[in-house]
């Protein structure tokens, strides 16, 4: 994908820098059920399947674009399976570190990607003027930033601004909130992909939920209802998430990109498998006292159906 998107050539990386660099960016990777190097391979591999679609290079700048790929390689680096609120609430290491600021995690891998850029032989700028160095971090550290819902929800309605005046592509105020953009829709990509692929992501991101809720059951606190196995209805949880934020974000991407309608069209379908599941059970329906086990009790009513894959991601 490097070579693909012309970075090597462009930026002069050397390839044994970047295999060490790839290297060391999979390894700084825990292996909770979601946020590991599968999803950032995931998201990084969308991240090119935009630029061959969409044409990113007509919007951004070249630098930007690789700001944007490498943020996404690096997004989520030593996720330790817990979000914001919990490092907050019990106190770690890294809320001291970042909680003055805010978006502790996200901190926190920007922090981890600048550690693997200074390792001896990782790093793949070192051909950058100084100018375009301290730039790139600039880039990435925003970027990384963006992956905090907190932000997408706070600068959205400048998002939808830009979108609904025109974007500019001279403009850094615009290149900026589109890189935002593009990457929160490559960080939540799993919702345009098939109805089989949509349902096991959704499984892998409540064990993650569901382990943080015990942690704080075990603290002797209150988890929301999303991490509580016990009370998590995944069905409607997953509805709202991709009514009140999945769909805004490929509806925007759509109105900027119309190569990107398919992909809302994709969340829409399967916003609409969840409101079929939803149907078929309640709360008193829930086969036990785990909401996970709701998922293979839906699956095995529903894995007989074949849904189409957005042909958008068979790039």
Request: charged share 25%.
């Amino acid at each position: 994908m490097f070579e693909d998107m012309g970075f090597i050539n462009t930026y002069k990386i050397d390839l044994h820098t970047l295999a060490r660099f790839c290297l060391m960016v999979k390894k700084g990777y825990r292996d909770p059920p979601y946020h590991n190097w599968m999803h950032a391979f995931s998201v990084s591999h969308f991240c090119y399947l935009l630029y061959k679609n969409l044409g990113l290079s007509n919007y951004l700048e070249d630098i930007e674009i690789l700001a944007l790929f490498v943020s996404c390689l690096c997004h989520d680096l030593d996720h330790r399976g817990t979000n914001n609120s919990f490092q907050v609430a019990s106190q770690s290491v890294l809320a001291a570190l970042y909680s003055s600021e805010g978006s502790v995690m996200e901190r926190h891998h920007f922090a981890q990607a600048i550690a693997i850029l200074n390792t001896q032989g990782c790093n793949i700028f070192e051909k950058f003027s100084r100018k375009d160095y301290q730039r790139m971090l600039d880039l990435m550290r925003d970027i990384i930033l963006a992956t905090d819902l907190a932000h997408h929800l706070r600068i959205f309605k400048d998002l939808q601004k830009m979108s609904d005046d025109g974007y500019n592509p001279k403009s850094r105020t615009h290149r900026s909130m589109l890189l935002c953009l593009l990457m929160t829709s490559c960080d939540l990509s799993d919702q345009t992909k098939g109805w089989k692929t949509t349902r096991k992501i959704a499984e892998l991101i409540y064990k993650e939920f569901f382990s943080q809720g015990d942690l704080e059951k075990a603290m002797g606190n209150r988890p929301s209802e999303m991490m509580d196995r016990e009370k998590a209805y995944i069905p409607e949880l997953q509805i709202s998430f991709m009514e009140h934020i999945a769909m805004p974000i490929y509806k925007l991407l759509s109105e900027l990109f119309p190569g990107a309608t398919e992909l809302y069209e994709r969340v829409a379908a399967n916003r609409e498998q969840w409101t079929k599941v939803s149907h078929k059970f309640t709360i008193r329906g829930l086969p036990s006292n785990n909401s996970l086990d709701f998922l293979d009790q839906e699956y095995e009513l529903l894995q007989s159906q074949v849904y189409t894959t957005c042909s958008f991601i068979q790039y």
